[in-house]
Nanobody, 118 residues
Framework: QVQLVESGGGLVQPGGSLRLSCAAS????????MGWYRQAPGKQRELVAT???????YYAESMKGRFTISGDTAKNTMYLQMNSLKPEDTGVYYC????????????WGQGTQVTVSS
C-alpha cells in the first residue's frame, strides 16, 4: 500500500506565493508519473500540472508561467511552487501518483486547502 501526504497549503494574499509538497511512503519500487489537481468550491476537480519520471512536464493553460511542478524521485516527493496567486486559484489541491510497487497503482493524497484572499 502507498500513502500520499500533502502539506504547504494555507491562506495567502493575491499576488503571493505558496509551495505545496507531497510525500509518498509505503511499498514503492518506482514512481511513474506525478501530478497536482485542484477542486474549487462547487466545481469539478481539474488538472493543474503533471511530471513524468523523465521530467517531462505539462501545465493547464491558466497555470503556465505561474506554477512550477518538480519531483524528487529519490525522496518520493513532489512539489508545486505557486506564484502570482489569484483568488480563482482557491481550492483543495490534491496530489496524485502512479506508482509501481507490489503492483501498479494510482494513489491520491487527502488534499490541502489553498485560499487566496485579501
Amino acid at each position: 500500500q502507498v500513502q500520499l501526504v500533502e502539506s504547504g497549503g494555507g491562506l495567502v494574499q493575491p499576488g503571493g506565493s505558496l509551495r505545496l509538497s507531497c510525500a509518498a511512503s509505503g511499498s514503492i519500487f518506482s514512481i511513474i508519473t506525478m501530478g497536482w489537481y485542484r477542486q474549487a468550491p462547487g466545481k469539478q476537480r481539474e488538472l493543474v500540472a503533471t511530471i513524468t519520471r523523465g521530467d517531462n512536464t505539462y501545465y493547464a493553460e491558466s497555470m503556465k508561467g505561474r506554477f512550477t511542478i518538480s519531483g524528487d524521485t529519490a525522496k518520493n516527493t513532489m512539489y508545486l511552487q505557486m506564484n502570482s496567486l489569484k483568488p480563482e486559484d482557491t481550492g483543495v489541491y490534491y496530489c496524485n501518483m502512479a506508482v509501481l510497487g507490489t503492483r501498479v497503482g494510482d494513489y491520491w493524497g487527502q488534499g490541502t486547502q489553498v485560499t487566496v484572499s485579501s
